[in-house]
């Protein structure tokens, strides 16, 4: 069992900065950010795969605003969003697989997840 901690939520205004912060109980080669706005699926944010030369995915929507980044030796991962957007408020979660998965920003494809934090865009 992998478990998984987020940190990091919170409100911010458009345009605005947040640091979201992931923590799993042993090392995971791939792992990822989720989020699920009221009344729609989950969806993929961002994606790394830390034993693969820490190649990232990332969705369209956050290209060029969100960043996924790793810390293999303390099993921490982090998002760091700028230029946030009211559409990205959400509840977002940290998820981790012991192995390579096939659809780096498909839900069903991670073991663990995190509890989720909240994040708040205001315009």
């Known amino acids: 069992q992998v478990q998984v901690v987020e940190s990091g939520g919170g409100s911010v205004q458009a345009g605005g900065s947040l640091t979201l912060s992931c923590t799993t109980s042993k090392y995971t080669y791939t792992k990822g950010w989720f989020r699920q706005a009221p009344g729609k699926q989950r969806e993929g944010v961002a994606t790394?795969?830390?034993?693969?030369?820490?190649?990232?995915k990332y969705a369209d929507s956050v290209k060029g605003r969100f960043t996924i980044s790793t810390d293999n030796t303390k099993n921490t991962l982090t998002l760091q969003m700028n230029s946030l957007k009211p559409e990205d408020t959400a509840m977002y979660y940290c998820?981790?697989?012991?192995?390579?998965?096939?659809?780096?920003?498909?839900?069903?494809?991670?073991?663990?997840w995190g509890q989720g934090t909240q994040v708040t865009v205001s315009s």
């Open positions: 998820a981790a697989s012991t192995r390579w998965v096939r659809s780096p920003l498909q839900p069903y494809d991670f073991d663990y």
């Open positions: 790394l795969y830390a034993g693969g030369g820490s190649s990232t």
